[in-house]
């Protein structure tokens, strides 16, 4: 019979991976998550990890949800050729400025609506995720019963926060046939078909907060919102997987 102490151990102790995703909690173990969630996705871009390589052949975009304005911040506006201007305060404010993303006026700054859009920011993003199945149903002329035979929505997101704090998401949606990865969505399922949906979801998203300190907030995406197509990799397109 064989045995094991944690006293061999240099610190007394078997240390374990606690898994945490945050590098500020645990830099090693947020490195595997990120290492891992990079081949995932590329996996899902490209094929490989039990992915076939005609997925670069499925529709796929990458989309960015953004918050609403709350109220001006100090930025750096650019110019056509991506030169800086001046921000509203007429300062031209260096990358590393700590005024980047602070209100112009803090006292007509929406905190409360900031700070209830991030808390609920989740539940903005679950809702999309519903109102876009139901648009790109709606515009293969099917019910939303019938649509999960057809075709898979697949997506993969990260949330970033803006230098103003305020969250933004970031997706790859991309769709499928009815098995996943390994069967090409129908052909009418195209990227404008997608592109269209995601815009018309986003739009029609809105969750509702009641509490003693605000009354009712009535939350929604911003006007901002980024769809662009991802091609394959070696053709003439400004986004490749």
Not at 38 to 54: E, F, N, Q, S, W
Not at 62 to 91: I, Y
Not at 93 to 116: F, R, S
Not at 139 to 156: E, I, N, Y
Request: aromatic content about 6%.
């Amino acid at each position: 019979m064989r045995s094991y102490s944690s006293s061999d151990e240099p610190t007394g102790s078997l240390l374990t991976a606690c898994g945490n995703r945050r590098s500020s909690r645990c830099a090693a173990c947020s490195r595997i998550y990120a290492v891992d969630t990079y081949h995932l996705i590329r996996a899902g871009l490209t094929g490989g990890k039990t992915v076939p390589d005609t997925v670069r052949t499925h529709s796929r975009v990458f989309a960015t949800l953004t918050a609403p304005s709350f109220g001006p911040v100090h930025n750096r506006p650019t110019n056509t050729d991506g030169g800086a201007r001046p921000c509203r305060c007429r300062k031209l404010h260096e990358p590393t400025d700590a005024l980047l993303g602070t209100p112009l006026n803090p006292a007509a700054y929406d905190y409360a609506g900031a700070v209830l859009f991030n808390a609920h920011a989740s539940a903005l993003w679950a809702r999309f995720t519903i109102y876009l199945r139901r648009e790109i149903a709606a515009r293969l002329g099917l019910t939303q019963k019938d649509a999960p035979a057809v075709l898979r929505v697949s997506f993969a997101k990260v949330a970033e926060y803006q230098k103003c704090g305020l969250v933004r998401f970031h997706a790859v949606i991309r769709l499928d046939g009815p098995g996943g990865s390994t069967q090409p969505p129908p052909r009418s399922a195209t990227v404008t078909l997608l592109a269209d949906a995601i815009r018309a979801a986003a739009a029609r998203v809105r969750v509702t907060v009641v509490s003693d300190a605000v009354g009712e907030r009535e939350l929604a995406w911003g006007e901002q919102l980024g769809v662009r197509e991802i091609a394959a990799f070696g053709t003439d397109a400004e986004l490749t997987d």
